[in-house]
């Protein structure tokens, strides 16, 4: 069975700083995909960046970016130059690299960027 | 329409109605989900159809009912439920075979049981 873990319930920045999001994961599976999603007020789940188990390198898309320790089983979110735009619930997941995937999510991070 | 739309946005039931929802994809993929959203819990996955065929069912009550007509859409029909049923119901697809499995979600169904 798969696990993910994310321990810090809210977590409030200064825009144009930098924030880190916790998500530690737990899986026998050798091949596995790990994501990040954000879901702002509206309700919609918003794909940010996706971090595959035999990746070498660590996964960026523009200000996100995905610090992946996979002998710690961490994958923690890294923005970069918080904007007011990025306050919103973040939720990590975990999926399976076979097949059609079920993802397994984490309790989200409540992220506040204030002015 | 472009993504996974759902309809409608918000529903307001009585327990001894019968409502349904539905998601739309327009991606041209071959697996959909429906997920449950409540307050203070993770996303728990309810329904998965993969090539129009239902592939699980996590222990969801009966009251739920999904239905896959096509490939492009994803019923979920809703009789007699309880107020803790209250929730976001998310609707997501994703394309079997793609390098990373990801899943696109809809904008969901805000239900309130009353």
């Known amino acids: 069975a798969q696990k993910i873990t994310q321990t810090q319930p809210g977590m409030f920045v200064q825009e144009k700083e930098a924030v880190t999001l916790d998500c530690t994961y737990d899986t026998s599976d050798p091949s596995y995909g790990l994501f990040w999603y954000k879901q702002p007020s509206s309700g919609e789940m918003i794909f940010l960046i996706y971090?595959?188990?035999?990746?070498?390198q660590n996964a960026t898309e523009g200000r996100y970016s995905l610090n992946f320790q996979k002998a710690r089983k961490s994958a923690n979110l890294v923005i970069s130059a918080s904007q007011l735009g990025d306050s919103a619930m973040y939720f990590c997941a975990m999926g399976m690299n076979s097949g059609y995937s079920t993802l397994t999510f984490g309790k989200g991070t409540m992220l506040l960027v204030s002015p | 329409e472009t993504g996974v739309t759902q309809t409608p946005r918000h529903l307001v039931m009585g327990m001894t109605n019968k409502k349904s929802l539905k998601c739309e994809q327009h991606l041209g993929h071959n697996a959909m989900y429906w997920y449950k959203q409540s307050a203070k819990k993770p996303l728990e996955l309810m329904f998965v159809y993969s090539l129009e065929e239902r592939v699980e069912n996590n222990s969801v009550p009966s009251r739920f009912s999904p239905e896959c007509p096509n490939s492009s859409h994803l019923f979920l029909h809703l009789h007699t439920l309880q107020p803790e049923d209250s929730a976001l119901y998310l609707c997501?697809?994703?394309?079997?075979?793609?390098?990373?499995?990801?899943?696109?979600f809809g904008p969901g169904t805000r239900l309130t049981v009353l």
């Open positions: 997501a697809s994703s394309q079997i075979g793609d390098y990373n499995n990801e899943q696109f």
């Open positions: 971090q595959g188990s035999y990746d070498q």
